[in-house]
């Protein structure tokens, strides 16, 4: 039985983010189960998760409160749009709920399915606010290198890593405007972190002067850019990007995909980095992964105008709004303040976080290690030891990293990590342990077999 679900997988399966030829080689990895923190492969193998899934299990992985209300949302309402008015008392507490974990200027919620198409709706919200109040001309966003915002053709190309356009060769190059990666390790050295910001607040101020205030509708940017690598923000960087946006009139669009749900130590990020969005993205960890749903919190702003608007909000996704995600969304929040999850992230898992990616942060290889809350990262860079080792060097020990730890038991993406707001003590420990191993052995292996140079 199990080969042939690995035939018809290997055979029939097209895989996101993988190269066809090579499953096709090789077969798939099968995870049967998973519990807590931790996956177990269809041949019983044991795998601690430090991604979180795609960082969005913020819960981790088969809690029974959540499948129950699962279970139930589904015998009593399995499906009921959201369209002319029509609504349901799921999707109605999970507003109730969600409007009281914001702060009280976020008093509106529209709902999608995914984290791209939330940012595609957050998007619409703001190119239709400007038509509404007669400034059309406002079409631009303002997005930045390096920033992950999803995958559909217009999230595609507010994504600023280009090979998730380059299979397809569409953008909408009048539309999205890039603005500076916080990427401070590969930029902004040797400059301090406070200059650094300051040249990122400068030529952001310089590029909304290039592109005209009146025709740009909003910035977008996550708290913590998490596109490739966890780059942390300088101190400063969200409150003077704010009042950029203030001063010219742009609304601000926080991409809380990754970083809502208590990941920073916080509820949401712009709470941790003290900035104020006009409009707020949530997917992921709004229901940890057990139900795709989405969600765009409008603030004041933005709803005072949309709210009392008398033409058509031309928007829907069939599934938008579902029942059965709302019960789950509300009892994953539910599960989150009952547990006291983003105190625990904040006071233990941060602190815990910080002190093993030090330990790991000791080998030569590594350039910089960095977290936030349940979000760590791990610079590698060859160029320390020896600098005939460029970034490709660096990047090929970093993948060879995550797949030593793979093989060992411990799943990370390159180089990045995302806590289970749910790991245990022992869990950390042990996965830490591993990784420490399997730094060693890609690094050993890098040098004595001659890496690649270049
Ligand atoms: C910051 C950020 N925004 C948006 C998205 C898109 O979310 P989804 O994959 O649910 O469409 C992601 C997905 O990884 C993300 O990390």
């Not at 995914?114 to 406002?138: C, F, N, Q, T, Y």
């Not at 749903?293 to 603030?299: E, N, T």
């Not at 539910?334 to 000791?362: F, Q």
């Not at 799943?411 to 806590?419: K, Q, S, V, W």
Request: overall charge negative; charged content about 20%; some cysteine.
């Amino acid at each position: 039985m199990r080969t042939s679900l690995f035939e018809v997988d290997r055979r029939m399966h097209l895989h996101p983010m993988a190269i066809p030829a090579r499953v096709a080689e090789e077969g798939p990895s099968i995870i049967a189960r998973a519990e807590g923190a931790t996956l177990f492969t269809a041949t019983g193998e044991r795998i601690i998760d430090l991604s979180a899934g795609l960082s969005n299990v913020n819960i981790g992985y088969a809690n029974a409160q959540v499948c129950d209300a699962a279970h139930a949302a589904m015998k009593a309402l399995s499906f009921c749009h959201t369209l002319h008015g029509r609504s349901h008392p799921q999707i109605i507490e999970l507003i109730d709920k969600l409007s009281a974990i914001m702060p009280a200027s976020f008093r509106c919620f529209a709902f999608g399915v995914s984290g791209s198409d939330a940012i595609e709706l957050a998007v619409k919200m703001a190119l239709w606010h400007w038509r509404i109040l007669g400034k059309p001309a406002k079409r631009k966003i303002i997005s930045r290198r390096k920033s992950y915002h999803g995958n559909t053709i217009f999230a595609s190309s507010l994504t600023g890593i280009p090979v998730y356009r380059e299979m397809f060769g569409l953008t909408f190059d009048d539309h999205v405007v890039e603005a500076d990666s916080t990427d401070w390790y590969n930029e902004g050295r040797p400059l301090s972190r406070a200059e650094f910001a300051q040249r990122l607040v400068d030529r952001l101020d310089a590029l909304i002067m290039r592109e005209g205030a009146e025709n740009i509708a909003a910035f977008l940017g996550d708290p913590i850019q998490t596109g490739g690598l966890v780059q942390l923000p300088p101190d400063d960087y969200w409150p003077e990007v704010e009042r950029l946006c203030r001063q010219h009139d742009i609304l601000l669009i926080g991409d809380e995909v990754i970083s809502g749900f208590g990941k920073t130590g916080r509820m949401f990020g712009f709470e941790s980095f003290d900035f104020a969005p006009d409009l707020v993205v949530m997917a992921k960890g709004l229901s940890s992964g057990y139900f795709p749903i989405s969600a765009v919190a409008i603030g004041d702003r933005v709803a005072a105008v949309a709210q009392k608007e008398n033409s058509l909000f031309a928007h829907v996704l069939t599934n938008c709004g579902h029942p059965v995600g709302a019960a789950v969304a509300l009892a994953n929040i539910d599960v989150i303040e009952k547990h006291g999850l983003v105190a625990r992230v904040a006071d233990e898992l941060e602190p815990l976080l910080r002190l093993k990616l030090a330990m790991l942060g000791r080998n030569p290889a590594i350039g910089e290690v960095r977290c936030c809350g349940v979000l760590g990262a791990i610079e590698f860079d060859l160029g320390r030891i020896d600098p005939a080792f460029g970034p490709s060097a660096s990047e090929a020990v970093r993948d060879r990293f995550s797949q030593v730890a793979l093989d060992m038991g411990v799943y990370l993406r390159a180089g990045t990590i995302c806590l289970p707001m749910t790991i245990t003590r022992e869990e950390l420990d042990e996965a830490f342990d591993i990784l420490g191993n399997a730094l060693d052995v890609a690094v050993t292996e890098a040098i004595t077999n001659g890496a690649r140079r270049g």
